[in-house]
Nanobody, 122 residues
Framework: QLQLVESGGGLVQAGGSLRLSCVVS????????MGWFRQAPGKEREFVAS???????KYADSVKGRFTISRDNAKNTVHLQMNSLTPEDTAVYYC????????????????WGQGTHVTVSS
């Protein structure tokens, strides 16, 4: 059973940066497409970014140019570098994994972490 553990959330001022990490265990990490999703209070979960085993990436339009997803297959870790943060980025951020190609719908991801909180103050 794949296990995902996120870290790196916290409180940051608008314009600041955070780097989220997700460590994966219990499977062959390089064979999974990894995704980051987020859920703001009172809103539905939304796709943020995804990276496949070959390091091809896809981003939501709202974060394109500000966020960067990357993976380190040697360390079974996926990162989300978040720059130029705004209060609209405040949410719980979830790491997710699936076998196969990049998809942007959360229901297509079988494995999830517990989430890490990101709060951006104005």
């Amino acid at each position: 059973q794949l296990q995902l553990v996120e870290s790196g959330g916290g409180l940051v001022q608008a314009g600041g940066s955070l780097r989220l990490s997700c460590v994966v265990s219990g499977g062959t990490f390089s064979s999974y497409t990894m995704g980051w999703f987020r859920q703001a209070p009172g809103k539905e979960r939304e796709f943020v970014a995804s990276i496949n085993g070959g390091s091809s990436t896809k981003y939501a339009d709202s974060v394109k140019g500000r966020f960067t997803i990357s993976r380190d297959n040697a360390k079974n870790t996926v990162h989300l570098q978040m720059n130029s943060l705004t209060p609209e980025d405040t949410a719980v951020y979830y790491c997710a994994a699936r076998r196969g190609y990049i998809l942007v719908t959360g229901d297509d991801y079988a494995y999830w972490g517990q989430g890490t909180h990101v709060t951006v103050s104005s």
